[in-house]
Nanobody, 121 residues
Framework: QVQLVESGGGSVQSGGSLRLSCAAS?????MGWFRQAPGKEREGVAT???????SYADSVKGRFTISRDNAKKTLSLQMNSLKPEDTAMYYC??????????????????WGQGTQVTVSS
């Protein structure tokens, strides 16, 4: 089992920045950030494996940066140039499986409780 605890959500105006963090209870191969807006399916935002290989959704490329500290077992998401359409509940997720770059919710086994991000125009 892996416990994941997110922090760092909040409210910001369009164009602003936020940084999300996730603490994991143990080292695990693949970690990522997902988000779910009201009435929409959960979608993969970004993932990263232990080698530092990353994958981003097209909607966030160039604005969001995912990173991890393997020694500290932490995951971060730096979000810049935020837009109202980025408003959602953001979830930290992890898996020991090899499927990391596809950002599919079904490939991830462990989930945090989520942190709300709200971007106003």
């Amino acid at each position: 089992q892996v416990q994941l605890v997110e922090s760092g959500g909040g409210s910001v105006q369009s164009g602003g920045s936020l940084r999300l963090s996730c603490a994991a209870s143990r080292y695990i191969y693949c970690m990522g950030w997902f988000r779910q807006a009201p009435g929409k399916e959960r979608e993969g935002v970004a993932t990263i494996n232990t080698a530092g290989i990353t994958s981003y959704a097209d909607s966030v490329k160039g604005r969001f940066t995912i990173s991890r500290d393997n020694a500290k077992k932490t995951l971060s998401l730096q979000m810049n140039s935020l837009k109202p359409e980025d408003t959602a509940m953001y979830y930290c997720a992890a898996t020991g499986g090899m499927r990391c770059r596809d950002r599919k919710t079904s490939d991830f086994d462990y989930w945090g409780q989520g942190t709300q991000v709200t971007v106003s125009s």
